[in-house]
């Protein structure tokens, strides 16, 4: 495969402390969907492109479908979806912003 004048986003790329978060991270965080950390750049990538694709204003599907193929083994997955689903339901994201 070649990269060769192709647009490469990482997790890195899209926050960081110093930056500032990217609502992903903040969202994931929130929501305990992290706890070893190995798979928590491809969860947030995945809402990343998710909110891309969508305009971010992702259905409730949209925020299962942009998950299939990433695999964590710590959390059973309920906290990812619930920072996944927050975004497609608003209340729930001024909770967990604390607005």
Not at 6 to 19: D, L, N
Not at 50 to 64: A, F, I, N, S, V
């Given at each position: 495969?070649?990269?060769?004048?192709?647009?490469?986003?990482?997790?890195?790329?899209?926050?960081?402390e110093?930056?500032?978060?990217?609502?992903?991270?903040?969202?994931?965080?929130?929501?305990?969907?992290?706890?070893?950390?190995?798979?928590?750049?491809?969860?947030?990538?995945?809402?990343?492109?998710?909110?891309?694709?969508?305009?971010?204003?992702?259905?409730?599907?949209?925020?299962?479908?942009?998950?299939?193929?990433?695999?964590?083994?710590?959390?059973?997955?309920?906290?990812?979806?619930?920072?996944a689903?927050s975004?497609?339901?608003?209340?729930?994201?001024?909770?967990?912003?604390?607005?």
């Amino acid at each position: 495969a070649s990269l060769n004048s192709a647009k490469v986003t990482t997790v890195e790329g899209i926050g960081s402390e110093r930056k500032g978060f990217h609502p992903a991270m903040e969202r994931l965080a929130n929501c305990n969907g992290s706890q070893c950390g190995y798979c928590s750049p491809g969860m947030v990538m995945a809402m990343y492109g998710m909110l891309q694709r969508t305009g971010e204003k992702p259905t409730l599907d949209d925020t299962e479908d942009a998950f299939s193929g990433n695999i964590c083994r710590c959390t059973g997955y309920r906290p990812i979806l619930e920072a996944a689903h927050s975004f497609a339901n608003e209340e729930k994201a001024r909770l967990l912003e604390g607005k």
